[in-house]
T-cell receptor
Framework: SAVISQKPSRDICQRGTSLTIQCQVD?????MFWYRQQPGQSLTLIAT?????????ESGFVIDKFPISRPNLTFSTLTVSNMSPEDSSIYLC??????????FGPGTRLTVT | KQEVTQIPAALSVPEGENLVLNCSFT??????LQWFRQDPGKGLTSLLL?????REQTSGRLNASLDKSSGRSTLYIAASQPGDSATYLC?????????????FGGGTRVLVKP
């Protein structure tokens, strides 16, 4: 299994600012993902973080709003830019090796005021 | 497009009762299906992974069944405890999904009363 850590675990941010969330995995993984979970909702995939190339975004999510970096096989960052209260959510990093089990980090709980 | 439905949306039982959580999915071409547990405000914990070739997978008090042809999976939790209170999510991993995406159900919120 993979152990995933995320920083920060929670934050309260002002409207219009940006927050960068870090995801660190204890082993090299081929696939890393970023999810959003809005209050009372299930998980929505934001993007797949690709090592050495641009992330692949899902419909409704754009790079200008959610820039993602993945400099190596164990680390990724997600930035939530120009935040509004609608961005208040839990943001989750996730990893998978091929068609095997998928693991999730503890999440970053973001509140935008 | 894969659609996943979980029934019931919420469940409240007295301690000691067995739990039955249902998951249905529309695309039966899957590699596997995972069941997750989520505590409020936290990340997801993987409970069981059941491969498409398997009918059942067991871990302690948990048992997951899979009927791929009918697009159904069931999670059974025996002799429930208050610590089992959480939201349970199922996620089939479809073969045809571009970008290797899991699709999540809406979850079943479980409350086990002492």
């Amino acid at each position: 299994s993979a152990v995933i850590s995320q920083k920060p675990s929670r934050d309260i941010c002002q409207r219009g600012t940006s927050l960068t969330i870090q995801c660190q995995v204890d082993s090299q993984v081929t696939m890393m993902f970023w999810y959003r979970q809005q209050p009372g909702q299930s998980l929505t995939l934001i993007a797949t973080a690709n090592q050495g190339s641009e992330a692949t975004y899902e419909s409704g999510f754009v790079i200008d709003k959610f820039p993602i970096s993945r400099p190596n096989l164990t680390f990724s960052t997600l930035t939530v830019s120009n935040m509004s209260p609608e961005d208040s959510s839990i943001y989750l990093c996730s990893v998978r090796q091929g068609s095997h089990e998928q693991y999730f980090g503890p999440g970053t709980r973001l509140t935008v005021t | 497009k894969q659609e996943v439905t979980q029934i019931p949306a919420a469940l409240s039982v007295p301690e000691g009762e067995n739990l039955v959580l249902n998951c249905s999915f529309t695309d039966s071409a899957i590699y596997n299906l995972q069941w997750f547990r989520q505590d409020p405000g936290k990340g997801l914990t993987s409970l069981l992974l059941i491969q498409s070739s398997q009918r059942e997978q067991t871990s302690g008090r948990l048992n997951a069944s899979l009927d791929k042809s009918s697009g159904r999976s069931t999670l059974y939790i025996a002799a429930s405890q208050p610590g089992d209170s959480a939201t349970y999510l199922c996620a089939p991993y479809p073969i045809k999904a571009a970008g290797n995406k899991l699709t999540f159900g809406g979850g079943t919120r479980v409350l086990v009363k002492p």
